[in-house]
């Protein structure tokens, strides 16, 4: 089974950037399809950004809230999973998780849909 560590969350004036990583164990990273979550206090887990099994700039799919702000990676030789966030709201302020979910598929929204998850790192932008 693959187990999922989260780092690189932290606090970011609006406008800034913030890079998360996450780190899996197990030989079998490559084989999911990876995804982005956050969840704010309060309010559901909501879908960030998925890509697919395929690795580097693999077929990816993103919010409407964070397209063309964040980017979705993986290296499957690190087994790690990245998002670069840039130009950050203080509504991008929540607990981020990754995700995996054996399937091809990058348009899963559903958090019920994904078979391994993370701890979740905090990434607090103020307004």
């Known amino acids: 089974q693959v187990q999922l560590v989260e780092s690189g969350g932290g606090l970011v004036q609006a406008g800034g950037s913030l890079s998360l990583s996450c780190r899996a164990s197990?030989?079998?990273?490559?084989?999911?399809?990876m995804a982005w979550f956050r969840q704010a206090p309060g309010k559901e887990r909501d879908f960030v950004a998925a890509?697919?099994?395929?690795?580097?700039?693999?077929?990816?799919y993103y919010a409407d809230s964070v397209k063309g702000r964040f980017t979705i990676s993986r290296d499957n030789a690190k087994n790690t999973l990245y998002l670069q966030m840039n130009s950050l709201k203080p509504e991008d302020t929540a607990v981020y998780f990754c995700?995996?979910?054996?399937?091809?598929?990058?348009?899963?929204?559903?958090?019920?849909?994904?078979?391994?998850w993370g701890q979740g790192t905090q990434v607090t932008v103020p307004s």
């Open positions: 995700a995996g979910r054996n399937g091809y598929s990058v348009q899963i929204l559903q958090p019920h849909l994904y078979d391994i």
């Open positions: 197990g030989r079998a990273f490559s084989t999911y399809t």
């Open positions: 890509i697919n099994r395929g690795g580097g700039s693999g077929v990816t």
